[in-house]
C-alpha cells in the first residue's frame, strides 16, 4: 500500500517537473543518524502559473566536495527526466564548496550545463549567519554563550 501510494505521488511530481519549462534547485549538505554525508535537493517548478517547491530526494554522497555534489546533483536530474539546461536557479548556503567563485557547485553547473544559472544564497542561511554576528555584539548574549559552551551544552 505504501509503495503504490509513493508511487503515485512520484508520478504527479514527475509530471509536474515535465510540464515546467524551467526548474531551480534547492540543495544543502547534511548528515544522517550513521554520520554519512547527504545531499537533500528541493526542485522549484512552474505548476498552473505559481511556483511550486517539491522534495526530491535526500542522498548519500561520498564527500562534499564541489565535484562530488555537482556530479550527484546531474545524476539526480537526469533520473527524474530533467535536462540540465532547464535548471536556471541554485539556492544553497553561502559555502563556498556551493558558491565559489572559481570552483564552486554553482560555477561548474554555470560552465559546464546550465548557461542561464542565478546562484543565491539562501534567505534562511542568511538570517541565521546574521543573527550569529549580531549577538556577539550583545554582551549578556556573549555570556550566555560562554556559559553554556563551558558547561558543554
Known amino acids: 500500500m505504501e509503495e503504490v501510494i509513493a508511487m503515485t505521488i512520484t508520478r504527479t511530481i514527475d509530471d509536474r517537473i515535465t510540464n515546467s519549462k524551467y526548474v531551480g534547485l534547492i540543495v544543502d549538505e547534511t548528515t544522517n543518524i550513521k554520520v554519512e554525508k547527504m545531499l537533500i535537493t528541493y526542485l522549484t517548478l512552474q505548476h ?5 517547491t517539491v522534495f526530491i530526494g535526500n542522498y548519500v554522497i561520498p564527500s562534499g566536495t564541489a565535484e562530488c555534489i555537482t556530479t550527484k546533483i546531474k545524476d539526480v536530474l537526469s533520473g527524474r527526466g530533467v535536462a540540465m539546461a532547464r535548471v536556471v536557479g541554485l539556492g544553497s548556503d553561502g559555502a ?12 561548474k553547473m554555470r560552465l559546464n550545463d546550465c548557461p542561464y544559472l542565478v546562484n543565491i ?3 534562511a542561511h ?10 556577539k555584539a550583545v554582551r549578556e548574549i556573549s555570556a550566555y ?7 558543554g551544552l
Open 96 to 107: 563556498n564548496v556551493m558558491l565559489g567563485r572559481k570552483a564552486g557547485v554553482a560555477q
Open 126 to 135: 542568511r538570517t541565521a549567519l546574521a543573527a550569529h554576528d549580531a549577538s
Open 48 to 52: 498552473k502559473g505559481e511556483p511550486e
Open 145 to 151: 554563550v560562554a556559559t553554556n559552551n563551558a558547561a
Open 121 to 123: 544564497h539562501c534567505g
